[in-house]
């Protein structure tokens, strides 16, 4: 499974964006897929995540601004942003779970100014 990420960029504190990740390769029985974040200074953590059956896990820090998606055919995963702020700043990975293997895409860079 190979993993696309983009929709990275600069966005101003309050702002918004809307990261895709597309899967492609053996993209048949996925599983979780979701969104990591690498922040300056810290280990990555877990942002979004969205199971198969649709039951969806946030970081309390993004919670009410942050809204994890997938699609249909459920080989992309959508992360929209709404009330950035500075600390959101980071790189974003998408990841996608299957066959009890964890797939990572490359990153994309979101940073906020304040």
């Known amino acids: 499974v190979q993993l696309q990420a983009s929709g990275g960029g600069l966005a101003q504190s309050g702002g918004r964006l809307r990261l895709s990740c597309v899967a492609s390769g053996m993209t048949s029985g996925m599983q979780d897929m979701g969104w990591y974040r690498q922040t300056p200074g810290k280990s990555r953590e877990m942002v979004a995540r969205m199971t198969f059956s649709g039951w969806k896990e946030y970081a309390d820090s993004v919670k009410g601004r942050f809204t994890i998606s997938r699609d249909s055919t459920d080989t992309k995963v959508f992360l929209e942003m709404l009330r950035l702020k500075p600390e959101d700043t980071g790189v974003y990975y998408c990841?996608?779970?299957?066959?009890?293997?964890?797939?990572w895409g490359q990153g994309t860079l979101v940073t906020v100014s304040s």
């Open positions: 990841y996608a779970e299957r066959a009890m293997h964890d797939f």
